[in-house]
């Protein structure tokens, strides 16, 4: 089967994959349809590492993938052939300690597909668990099915964050992570939400999306404690990641008020300013993956509760290669790219 691997920094290639097995006992074979781009799949990409952990090539990368059942196996109770899913990326084995505490994303057994090692959903075909395949209802095109991981991450992050009605929200970096915080922060009762980035046109998607007061990364810091009359706000949600975002998130957070790092730092060792962090005693966060929330996640897209604008390009199997040259770029006004791998 075909696939695109990377094989290097900033080098993907056309790689031909042995076909499928057979799905065994509870496990179901896919026919991938459309796959989003992820930010960490960037962080292969550009920097050929995410944190500690070095790529390992060739790897084949995706994991926000949408597609159709083609096979079951035996024992498989709740999907059949033709049943449009969405796949959650981390396979667990149900039965360590985290899985039933209900923290699959901690799972000591987990299998991570588009990590080093594992390949990943930029392929035609995949065989996978029957509970990592999601039900997409036929109200949702492949594309939109496609936001369903990414929307998961939001929901594991409202898990973890608490949002009150009235509470003000500051979203560092206006990617699709970005844009998807923010929408979210929206529907869990925020008065306020401020988003900021470096790039116009990702401010004017951010709009799109309805986040009403969009700013340049420069100015955001004025911004918000101007409007909150140098109070802060009480929730600081960092997509970006970047160090300028991340010790600013520390000063634009209110006393007692909460910041949380979502996006993936490139630097394996951060200078954080926790002396300030510590005179205003803020909470801070992090995240990891998505904590098996698919289910929920395909409900906001199905009641068009989330926006599918973030999404700007869908480009054929033969141009993933172009795909993340845009979004390494930025260019032609990128905003989410989704690669669709079969009709």
Excluded at 178 to 201: T, Y
Excluded at 246 to 275: F, K, S
């Amino acid at each position: 089967m075909r696939s695109f691997a990377l094989v290097d920094q900033r080098n993907l290639e056309e790689m031909i994959l042995p076909d499928p097995p057979d799905p065994g006992p509870g496990e179901v074979l896919v026919k991938l349809r459309q796959v989003g781009i992820c930010g960490s799949d960037m962080h292969w990409y550009l920097d050929g590492a995410i944190g500690h952990t070095k790529a390992a090539y060739p790897q084949v990368l995706g994991h926000e993938p949408a597609g159709e059942i083609i096979a079951v196996g035996k024992n498989v109770h709740h999907r059949k052939v033709g049943d449009r899913v969405s796949i959650e990326p981390s396979i667990t084995c149900g039965h360590c300690e985290y899985c039933l505490r209900g923290q699959h994303n901690h799972c000591i057994h987990c299998v991570f597909l588009g990590s080093a090692g594992t390949p990943g959903l930029f392929r035609e075909y995949a065989v996978i668990p029957e509970h990592n395949a999601d039900p997409v209802p036929d109200s949702l095109t492949w594309t939109q099915a496609t936001l369903v991981e990414p929307v998961a991450v939001i929901v594991h992050v409202m898990e973890l964050v608490q949002i009150a009605v009235g509470d003000t929200v500051a979203v560092m970096g206006a990617g699709p992570i970005g844009m998807l915080c923010a929408s979210m922060a929206k529907l869990s009762g925020a008065s306020r939400v401020f988003l900021c980035d470096k790039l116009p046109h990702r401010l004017a998607l951010g709009a799109k999306m309805g986040v009403e007061r969009c700013v340049p990364v420069d100015r955001m810091e004025e911004a918000v404690m101007d409007e909150t009359r140098g109070r802060g706000v009480d929730l600081v949600l960092d997509a970006a990641a970047a160090l300028q975002t991340i010790n600013m998130g520390i000063r634009i957070a209110r006393p007692g008020g909460t910041y949380m790092l979502i996006g993936i730092p490139t630097e394996e060792v951060l200078d954080l300013d926790m002396q300030t962090a510590m005179s205003k005693e803020i909470l801070i966060r992090t995240l990891k993956r998505s904590n098996h929330k698919g289910i929920a996640a395909t409900r906001l897209l199905a009641e068009k509760r989330v926006s599918d604008a973030l999404v700007t390009h869908v480009l054929p199997f033969d141009q993933t290669p172009r795909g993340f040259e845009l979004l390494a770029d930025y260019s032609d006004g990128v905003g989410k790219v989704v690669i669709e791998v079969s009709r």
